[in-house]
């Protein structure tokens, strides 16, 4: 973990945020790298399960909602945790937490437990009363299930069918930690996948597979992976069955996503709160139903976190060890690293020709700093997959470069005329 935090320092992945006031608790900023593969992660989710299938459409709706969406949920009653508060350093944790009676920190006696609601509150507008209480909406399903009827009647979608955002949502965690795996703001990518009645549970146990596969087809060990059936105390008030698909991080099996078949439960809420109808016209039976929903719910930053946990490797290399980064090319933050052999003068400015017609088609980066073999390293420590390399040879005998492979090592000898083909071979992009 260590190693993993101090990487994504070093090489510009995630950042403490706030770390120059000493930072703010559990909050991170990602940063140039860091950025490159959350948006990769995102676009191979949204081409996946969005544009990629013809029963599914996404939409983006806004953070903050109207407050009466949180009790129709259940949000405002339920979406709480037991709190316990020492009474002797007044630090507070979670009661279903903590391994002893008294407080970890110093010895002190717990108050009993009582309900936290994990939502943020806020104000809209310029008056703070109650009248103007807003909530940081804490997952972006409801903006989902409250634009039911909308997405209905703008795509005519028939049964099954689903809807999927990517965004920020927020929950004021008693205990966070682990680095990004639990914090207070978050991105989530959820599905609603609307269902007839009676098919739910095939079509539950089809959605655990299909994200297995997703994350087996981009690198992740398989034997890293499993699915975990929540008991019938864990459910969330809103769910009838619901299974993880955990990671075995470094500190133990964790939760990257969960699955739940949240019944018609929403639907009905929102019809009985707001009065509007939310159900299908089901042609087959001449009758009006109300779906069941099947929600696949990943966050984007832990999947990020088990992208760089699963593919973080340290390797004996000539007495020294290699890090290296075994990303999924997809996910690569950087596609391709131009270098010319040294920073001869005869050799950069036909390093940077390479480099802008490599630029055009791949997220690359050029590196003259330093022997070659220590910017391979770089390369490798943030998981680049290729690197072209310029050398005399280029300039005096044959108009070609060499591609060398970030996991085999291996180097091939390629024409500048074929480059761009054999990188995009290569990368399968
Ligand atoms: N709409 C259902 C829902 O939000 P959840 O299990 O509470 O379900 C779904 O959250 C996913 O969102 C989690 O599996 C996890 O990947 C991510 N997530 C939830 N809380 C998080 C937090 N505090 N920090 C980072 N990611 C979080």
Same mark, same amino acid.
């Given at each position: 973990m260590d190693k993993i935090v101090s990487l994504c320092k070093r090489r510009g992945f995630i950042f403490q945020s706030s770390e120059i006031y000493g930072g703010l608790a559990s909050t991170y900023d990602y940063g140039p790298l860091g950025i490159e593969l959350k948006r990769n992660i995102r676009d191979m989710w949204w081409r996946k399960f969005i544009q990629g299938r013809n029963d599914m459409v996404g939409i983006e709706s806004a953070i903050l909602m109207h407050p009466e969406v949180w009790v129709a949920s259940g949000h405002v009653a339920t979406f709480t945790d037991p709190l316990v508060e020492c009474m002797a350093c007044h630090r507070r944790f979670r009661a279903d937490h903590i391994e002893s009676g008294t407080c970890p920190e110093?010895?002190?006696?717990?108050?009993?437990?009582?309900?936290?609601?994990?939502?943020?509150?806020? /104000?809209?507008?310029?008056?703070?009363?109650?009248?103007?209480? *807003?909530? !940081?909406?804490?997952?972006? *399903?409801?903006?989902?299930?409250?634009?039911?009827?909308?997405?209905?009647?703008?795509? &005519? $979608?028939? !049964?099954?069918?689903?809807?999927?955002?990517?965004?920020?949502?927020?929950?004021?965690?008693?205990?966070?930690?682990?680095?990004?795996?639990?914090? =207070?703001?978050?991105?989530?990518?959820?599905?609603?996948?609307?269902?007839?009645?009676?098919?739910?549970?095939?079509? /539950? &146990?089809?959605?655990?597979?299909?994200?297995?596969?997703?994350?087996?087809?981009?690198?992740? &060990?398989?034997? =890293?992976?499993?699915? =975990? *059936? /929540?008991?019938?105390?864990?459910?969330? /008030?809103?769910? $009838? *069955?619901?299974?993880?698909?955990?990671?075995n991080f470094a500190w133990g099996w964790g939760e990257l996503m969960g699955i739940a078949n949240r019944t018609d439960y929403d639907l009905k809420a929102h019809t009985t709160h707001s009065g509007v109808? !939310?159900?299908?016209?089901?042609?087959?039976?001449?009758?009006?139903?109300?779906?069941?929903v099947i929600e696949p719910a990943l966050g984007v930053d832990r999947a990020l976190l088990v992208f760089l946990f699963d593919s973080y490797d340290e390797e004996a290399l000539g007495g020294d060890t290699r890090v290296v980064l075994h990303l999924h090319p997809a996910l690569a933050p950087v596609k391709v690293a131009v270098l010319p052999l040294s920073r001869n003068a005869r050799l950069v400015p036909k390093a940077l020709e390479v480099y802008d017609m490599v630029r055009s088609r791949f997220v690359a980066q050029y590196d003259d700093a330093q022997s070659i073999g220590r910017r391979y390293r770089r390369q490798d420590e943030i998981g680049t997959p290729l690197a072209v390399t310029v050398d005399f040879q280029t300039i005096d005998e044959d108009n070609a470069v060499t591609i060398r492979d970030r996991d085999t090592m291996e180097q091939v000898r390629v024409s500048l005329d074929d480059l761009l083909d054999a990188l995009g071979e290569k990368l399968n992009m």
């Amino acid at each position: 973990m260590d190693k993993i935090v101090s990487l994504c320092k070093r090489r510009g992945f995630i950042f403490q945020s706030s770390e120059i006031y000493g930072g703010l608790a559990s909050t991170y900023d990602y940063g140039p790298l860091g950025i490159e593969l959350k948006r990769n992660i995102r676009d191979m989710w949204w081409r996946k399960f969005i544009q990629g299938r013809n029963d599914m459409v996404g939409i983006e709706s806004a953070i903050l909602m109207h407050p009466e969406v949180w009790v129709a949920s259940g949000h405002v009653a339920t979406f709480t945790d037991p709190l316990v508060e020492c009474m002797a350093c007044h630090r507070r944790f979670r009661a279903d937490h903590i391994e002893s009676g008294t407080c970890p920190e110093c010895g002190g006696v717990f108050t009993e437990p009582r309900q936290f609601n994990l939502m943020f509150k806020t /104000h809209i507008g310029p008056v703070e009363d109650t009248a103007s209480q *807003a909530y !940081l909406r804490p997952e972006t *399903a409801q903006g989902i299930f409250v634009n039911f009827q909308n997405v209905l009647n703008a795509t &005519r $979608k028939r !049964l099954p069918f689903g809807i999927g955002q990517i965004g920020k949502s927020f929950r004021n965690e008693i205990t966070t930690g682990n680095f990004t795996f639990r914090t =207070r703001e978050f991105e989530q990518m959820e599905i609603e996948y609307f269902v007839k009645p009676g098919t739910d549970e095939e079509w /539950h &146990r089809q959605w655990i597979d299909d994200f297995m596969s997703w994350f087996v087809g981009l690198g992740v &060990r398989s034997d =890293r992976l499993k699915v =975990r *059936a /929540h008991a019938q105390d864990e459910l969330s /008030h809103y769910a $009838k *069955a619901t299974s993880d698909i955990e990671y075995n991080f470094a500190w133990g099996w964790g939760e990257l996503m969960g699955i739940a078949n949240r019944t018609d439960y929403d639907l009905k809420a929102h019809t009985t709160h707001s009065g509007v109808r !939310l159900d299908y016209f089901d042609e087959d039976s001449n009758q009006h139903i109300i779906p069941y929903v099947i929600e696949p719910a990943l966050g984007v930053d832990r999947a990020l976190l088990v992208f760089l946990f699963d593919s973080y490797d340290e390797e004996a290399l000539g007495g020294d060890t290699r890090v290296v980064l075994h990303l999924h090319p997809a996910l690569a933050p950087v596609k391709v690293a131009v270098l010319p052999l040294s920073r001869n003068a005869r050799l950069v400015p036909k390093a940077l020709e390479v480099y802008d017609m490599v630029r055009s088609r791949f997220v690359a980066q050029y590196d003259d700093a330093q022997s070659i073999g220590r910017r391979y390293r770089r390369q490798d420590e943030i998981g680049t997959p290729l690197a072209v390399t310029v050398d005399f040879q280029t300039i005096d005998e044959d108009n070609a470069v060499t591609i060398r492979d970030r996991d085999t090592m291996e180097q091939v000898r390629v024409s500048l005329d074929d480059l761009l083909d054999a990188l995009g071979e290569k990368l399968n992009m």
